[in-house]
């Protein structure tokens, strides 16, 4: 089964090591490709996640964009080639790159290629996380917030809800479900 690609968002994460006393000029190399990117059509935004000592030692370069065919001119452009050709010295290796649609980007083990769960099982482990996670912060939260307007409370309790399945619940849950969602014997 072909995965739609059109009219979704995509994202494209791209992770580097860089050469040890290369940094300074890495930082430069990336504000230059991000500007650029951002001269394509569909380019969303770009965001960075530096080294952080004893967590991980590889840059991880998130690329969004309205659709899968505009973010495949930018990755195909003859301006990233150059840039990328531009930056080698300052890696140690080539680029690893995985492409994200829609909430699969939750369901992505760490530290393995991304495989994309049917949506039938993406869809029943989100709704049940944000189920549990809806009436959790009904029952704790939201008595702590009486007094506030009806919008900022659900303001407080949406952006918590994002929050805690981004970061906390939806990693958990992957690794937790993930006999069920990368069964051994699907071929990939």
């Not at 090591?17 to 990336?30: F, H, I, R, T």
């Not at 952006?159 to 479900?177: C, D, E, N």
Request: with cysteine; charged share 20%; net charge positive.
């Amino acid at each position: 089964m072909e995965m739609e690609q059109d009219d979704q968002f995509v994202t494209v994460v791209i992770t580097q090591v860089v050469k040890p006393g290369c940094e300074s000029a890495y930082e430069a190399w990336l504000k230059e490709i991000t500007r650029v990117s951002r001269t394509y059509i569909g380019h969303l935004g770009t965001n960075v996640i530096r080294p952080q000592l004893g967590v991980r030692n590889e840059y991880a370069i998130i690329f969004r964009f309205d659709g899968y065919e505009n973010l495949k001119v930018w990755m195909t452009s003859r301006d990233r080639e150059y840039w990328l050709n531009q930056g080698k010295h300052l890696v140690e290796s080539d680029p690893y790159v995985q492409q994200i649609c829609g909430l699969e980007a939750w369901f992505s083990l760490p530290g393995q290629p991304l495989k994309t769960p049917p949506r039938y099982k993406i869809a029943l482990l989100t709704w049940g996380a944000v189920y549990v996670l809806i009436n959790l912060l009904s029952t704790f939260i939201v008595p702590l917030l009486r007094g506030l307007p009806p919008l900022i409370i659900s303001l407080i309790v949406t952006i918590t809800m994002v929050l805690l399945l981004t970061y906390i619940v939806m990693p958990r849950v992957s690794r937790l479900f993930s006999f069920w969602l990368y069964p051994k014997s699907r071929k990939v």
